[in-house]
């Protein structure tokens, strides 16, 4: 088992992933997964695993600074690098653990993929509401396949530590492609919507898919899956907000990809983004 040290600092906030993982259009979200979501008391622990994959089921992936430009956690008002030992899992084991809303991000290094399959890149467009990215992709003369795309992951979860205050609320980290709730979700478990926003190098993200995974059967004890996790889609309006439905609680992955000509230095065809937020309500 890890021990994460929280080191006080009081730069920007960010977080990042480069695993060099294989990108699908079966298998390519990436969270971070604390259990609990909401420790009962201050001094308790905060454990968090790195996962890729889909629906909730994925691989554990281990603490490697080589992996990411920045590892952090904020709250209330103050912000940590989170350190370990290279090789933990879980990657994040914070001890003890703050008071308050713990809003910890990952932003990664980036990472490649070559696509030798031109209905699989097709499928992964689709399947991220991308569409405009194939008459695009024609349009610049590219190849149907040999091409590579660069990916950078920019993740966040938000973890409760005893009661509620006024000060626990997400914040905007700077990460370049970011979720941000419009409110705590551990304020009001009854709560039946969460207000997002969609930013894209800091400013609103418009018409940006984003897919809602939900796991009703989610106990928030270290329980697994209960049920067959739901996805469904809903796009952002010209400010960069949607309204995230969260009727029968359990745990949510909310994922955006965000897509654009890579610039010379990356080498690559196209560059995307990956964000996601990842938080916890009670059943009901």
Do not use: C
């Amino acid at each position: 088992m890890n021990r994460l040290r929280l080191v006080a600092s009081t730069a920007a906030i960010a977080l990042g992933l480069g695993l060099g993982l294989s990108l699908d259009a079966e298998a390519h979200e990436f969270w971070i997964d604390p259990v609990p979501f909401q420790p009962e008391v201050a001094g308790s622990s905060i454990r968090a695993d790195l996962r890729v994959g889909q629906g909730f089921s994925a691989e554990a992936y281990p603490y490697l600074s080589s992996n990411f430009h920045t590892f952090r956690l904020a709250v209330r008002g103050q912000a940590y690098d989170v350190r370990g030992n290279e090789g933990d899992v879980p990657a994040i084991d914070v001890k003890p653990a703050p008071a308050g809303l713990s809003v910890i991000s990952y932003y990664g290094k980036p990472n490649r993929v070559t696509f030798e399959d031109a209905a699989l890149f097709a499928s992964y467009l689709e399947l991220e509401g991308l569409g405009w990215v194939t008459k695009a992709h024609a349009a610049r003369g590219l190849p149907a396949v040999g091409f590579t795309e660069a990916f950078s992951r920019n993740v966040k979860s938000l973890v409760q530590t005893g009661p509620v205050s006024a000060e626990d609320v997400d914040i905007v980290t700077g990460m370049p492609f970011e979720l941000v709730a419009g409110r705590n979700p551990h304020a009001d478990p009854a709560q039946e919507t969460l207000p997002v926003t969609l930013l894209w190098q800091g400013q609103p993200a418009a018409d940006i898919q984003i897919t809602i995974f939900q796991d009703a059967g989610f106990q928030d004890a270290g329980s697994k899956n209960a049920g067959t996790p739901t996805r469904q889609v809903l796009r952002t309006d010209a400010e960069g907000k949607a309204t995230i439905p969260l009727a029968g609680g359990g745990r949510f992955i909310l994922n955006a990809v965000h897509m654009r000509e890579a610039p010379a230095e990356l080498d690559a065809a196209w560059e995307s983004h990956w964000a996601s937020l990842t938080f916890a309500l009670p059943k009901r």
